[in-house]
């Protein structure tokens, strides 16, 4: 079992950086990869970024890459999601999840409960 909870959300203007965290508790936190997603208000739950279970692979969605930057440190048991130059179209939800390296949602099997990121245009 792996219990997850994110932090760092707010609200920023265009342009401006955030540092999302997401801190697991579990002893097996090292072995599943992770990865953010997000929903905006009234569209589905998006693909942001991944990580693999060591950090040696991670893969971004296309609107995001050379903007955000997904890591992780085991011995914190703690993801980040370093996100800049943000644009109004990045308010969302952000969540981060335990599982399968993928992008498919359905991979991974434990959610944090979220936190709102808000860009201000």
């Known amino acids: 079992q792996v219990r997850l909870v994110e932090s760092g959300g707010g609200l920023v203007k265009s342009g401006e950086s955030l540092k999302l965290s997401c801190a697991a508790s579990?002893?097996?936190?090292?072995?599943?990869?992770l990865g953010w997603f997000r929903r905006a208000p009234g569209k589905e739950r998006e693909f942001v970024a991944a990580?693999?279970?060591?950090?040696?692979?991670?893969d971004y969605l296309d609107s995001v890459n050379s903007r955000f930057t997904i890591s992780r440190d085991n011995a914190k048991n703690t993801v980040y999601l370093q996100m800049n130059s943000l644009k109004f179209e990045d308010t969302a939800v952000y969540y981060c999840?335990?599982?399968?390296?993928?992008?498919?949602?359905?991979?991974?099997?434990?959610w944090g409960q979220g936190t709102q990121v808000t860009v201000s245009s």
């Open positions: 990580i693999n279970w060591s950090g040696a692979s991670t």
């Open positions: 999840a335990a599982g399968r390296y993928s992008r498919d949602y359905r991979t991974y099997y434990y």
């Open positions: 579990g002893r097996t936190f090292s072995s599943y990869a």
